[in-house]
């Protein structure tokens, strides 16, 4: 007997190791990892440059808690706050921690409780997190989450404006939902966010823990829109693989997370820090968001070619794709796994494709010859 909870529905492939795209099974099968352990493989299995940075950093030191100062996380703060409007941030282990501080962050310096949040949202499994979710199958047998959020349909002007007063601290959205079936902001409903949020003095805090750090092409997807967050968050692929999050804001918030008033013994450890920096200096290169770009539109063009436009909608950006099918998508992934690509759901009937953002062309090519035949097949 299995003596985990059952949390998860787990498919039935061990791996047991992992370099650049492909995965090797303990049966020594190997497969394109088109999931990247849900966004989170930035680099790939095994990059180099990861290896040798935890590998150094393994010999130096580990942790020595947060009582002490840190210029390496001063330095990596540096980096993710570079040519943005933002200027702080606070470490942490996990996407939800950093939602967490979002939502706490927003309701001390506003004083004010409520936050909107969006259907279909994901923002994590921590209570506050998951009160933020706009999924209902997230909170079932909960009981009563936490008041402080209103949820109203993504990309919906009237209701969104339905639901302003002077009780709204923040509000808290993804550019692209990501769980939620990879279902983009308009342009005009970001127009929208952007007047409210300067109009009536409310905080935005955009939840970048999936599409953040080059997953979209740019540094954070939010630079694709004309939004401008006080708040962001990070994790996924923030640490290659190793867990860290962070969660950044502008100067004006500073004080209000004095001494006291929020933290974490994990966060910003020495180990996390030292891979995020790696994966930052990376990933934040012109050249290397360039290939992203580049490899994201050969992907995606090459799936509205090869599939017919009627029956499968192509989405997202970068390398964070979703395709759209009119059917249950639990076969085509378990065929796909049998056939060597592995990939991962979004919403009821979408696909999603988050390779490593280091992919090649040729593994695109790979991934496209098992992909395609079994889409078509099902419209025949
Ligand atoms: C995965 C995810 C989270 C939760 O991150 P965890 O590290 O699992 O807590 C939050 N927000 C978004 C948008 C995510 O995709």
Redesign the pocket.
């Known amino acids: 007997m299995s003596h985990l909870f059952p949390t998860y529905n787990r498919r039935p492939v061990h791996l047991v190791k992992g370099k650049g795209t492909i995965v090797t099974d303990d049966q020594g099968k190997q497969y394109l990892d088109f999931t990247s352990g849900?966004?989170v493989v930035s680099l790939g299995h095994s990059h180099p440059v990861i290896v040798k940075a935890i590998a150094e950093q393994s010999q130096k030191l580990w942790h020595v808690s947060n009582l002490f100062e840190s210029p390496e996380q001063q330095q990596l703060a540096s980096a993710l706050v570079e040519n943005t409007q933002l200027s702080r941030a606070f470490f942490c282990n996990?996407?939800?921690?950093a939602?967490e501080a979002a939502i706490k962050l927003a309701r001390k310096h506003t004083g004010k409780a409520t936050i909107i949040t969006f259907e279909k949202s994901?923002?994590?499994?921590t209570f506050g997190?998951m009160s933020a979710t706009g999924q209902s199958k997230i909170k079932e047998g909960f009981g009563p989450m936490l008041e402080t959020f209103i949820s109203v349909p993504f990309n919906d002007v009237q209701q969104l404006e339905s639901v302003i007063d002077s009780n709204v601290a923040a509000i808290m959205l993804?550019v692209i939902q990501?769980?939620g079936g990879v279902r983009e902001i308009d342009v005009t409903f970001a127009q929208v966010v952007k007047d409210i949020c300067e109009r009536e003095d409310i905080l935005l805090i955009i939840?970048e823990?999936?599409t953040g750090i080059g997953r979209t092409g740019t540094r954070y997807a939010y630079e694709q829109t004309v939004l401008k967050p006080d708040i962001i968050t990070l994790?996924?692929g923030l640490g290659g693989g190793f867990p860290i999050?962070a969660m950044l804001g502008t100067e004006a918030l500073a004080e209000t997370f004095g001494p006291g008033t929020h933290g974490t013994t994990y966060g910003g450890g020495y180990l996390a820090v030292a891979v995020a920096q790696t994966v930052v200096n990376h990933i934040f290169q012109e050249a290397f968001l360039h290939n992203v770009e580049e490899r994201a539109s050969y992907l995606v063009t090459k799936l509205k070619e090869q599939l017919p436009t009627d029956q499968f909608i192509v989405k997202g950006k970068g390398l964070l794709v979703g395709i759209e099918c009119n059917q249950s998508v639990h076969t085509i992934i378990k065929e796909a796994e049998q056939q060597g690509l592995l990939l991962v759901q979004a919403g009821d009937n979408v696909i999603r494709l988050l390779p490593p953002l280091t992919v090649s062309i040729s593994e695109i090519d790979d991934a496209l010859s098992i992909l395609v035949p079994l889409l078509v097949a099902t419209t025949e």
């Open positions: 849900i966004a996990s996407g939800a921690e939602n994901f923002h994590g499994r997190a993804e990501g769980e939840d823990v999936q994790a996924k999050g």
